[in-house]
């Protein structure tokens, strides 16, 4: 869809994809994805040569329990991990390509591929957006997603369930230069969200046949117990649970925003949708409840 498109052709919006052969239900053969390195090796790199190094016996010191005040969440997130890990991200860019001309070409890369993934991700429910599984190419500034595995919003029933809608961390937006996710981000991210919007047959279309697919994870029994099932007039079994991500990304295609399960308010515009994501991936009220191990503070 994305090439076909004039407009996303013209901004040269594309996801980097790699080739996966699957064997049987459990094993594959998933493709090196060459000249890329991880965002959390990249900021660790970056982070030691300036002398900034968290063990892992102080990161789980600062871990609170579920019961814990919001408030002493927030402050650990704002006042301790934010204020310790000052954005590094850009010196990649700077020490990666160190030319006036493959820096600025890099970065808009940058910028439009994370825009893209931020977009499509939304959609599909795509979580455990964690360091690992961010890479970014070091011959054309890119960034590319591995390991899809927690899609249709399965991050939300996580013990520590996750609460924003992509990573859009501080490294990753002192990244995309002075105007942060303005300009280039913001743009690619509503041409992404209107191509979606307006190929959303097609894609339903694709998505409903999880539906009946008996091999999707949610089919299977979960802790001893049986999925949710039932027969429709041609005999085939249609999971419920299935039913209800495929509709909920329905929703999202249509500007319907939920929370908790409950729609809130009417449908948005594209710009509306953006806008509202962009806060929604930013918001510390929301980045202090996540998972430390994911790094909402990197």
Not at 125 to 153: A, K
């Amino acid at each position: 869809c994305l090439r076909k498109d004039a407009e996303s052709r013209r901004r040269e919006l594309h996801i980097r994809t790699y080739a996966v052969i699957p064997l049987n239900e459990e094993c594959g053969i998933i493709e090196w994805v060459n000249n890329t390195a991880g965002l959390r090796h990249i900021l660790t790199k970056l982070y030691k040569e300036r002398g900034i190094n968290l063990s892992g016996k102080e990161l789980r010191k600062l871990i609170l329990p579920k019961t814990a005040p919001f408030e002493e969440k927030l402050r650990i997130h704002k006042e301790v991990l934010c204020v310790r890990h000052i954005p590094v991200f850009h010196e990649w860019f700077l020490r990666t390509f160190p030319d006036p001309t493959s820096w600025y070409s890099s970065r808009s890369a940058y910028c439009r591929s994370t825009a893209v993934m931020s977009m499509v991700g939304y959609i599909l429910g795509l979580g455990d957006r964690h360091g690992e599984n961010i890479l970014f190419d070091s011959f054309t500034g890119e960034c590319v997603h591995v390991d899809f595995n927690c899609l249709f919003n399965k991050g939300e029933t996580f013990d520590v369930p996750e609460v924003v809608p992509f990573r859009l961390t501080q490294n990753m937006v002192h990244a995309m230069g002075p105007m942060g996710t303005e300009g280039l981000f913001r743009q690619a991210s509503e041409v992404t969200l209107k191509l979606m919007r307006d190929q959303r047959e097609p894609l339903m279309s694709v998505l409903k046949t999880f539906l009946h697919d008996p091999l999707v994870e949610w089919s299977k029994p979960a802790k001893g117990g049986l999925s949710r099932t039932q027969a429709n007039e041609t005999g085939e079994i249609v999971n419920e649970k299935a039913k209800t991500h495929v509709c909920d990304i329905d929703q999202r295609l249509q500007g319907v925003i939920k929370s908790r399960n409950k729609v809130l308010g009417l449908p948005l515009s594209i710009e509306g949708h953006v806008h509202y994501l962009i806060q929604e991936a930013t918001d510390d009220k929301l980045l202090c409840q996540m998972y430390l191990g994911w790094g909402p503070y990197l």
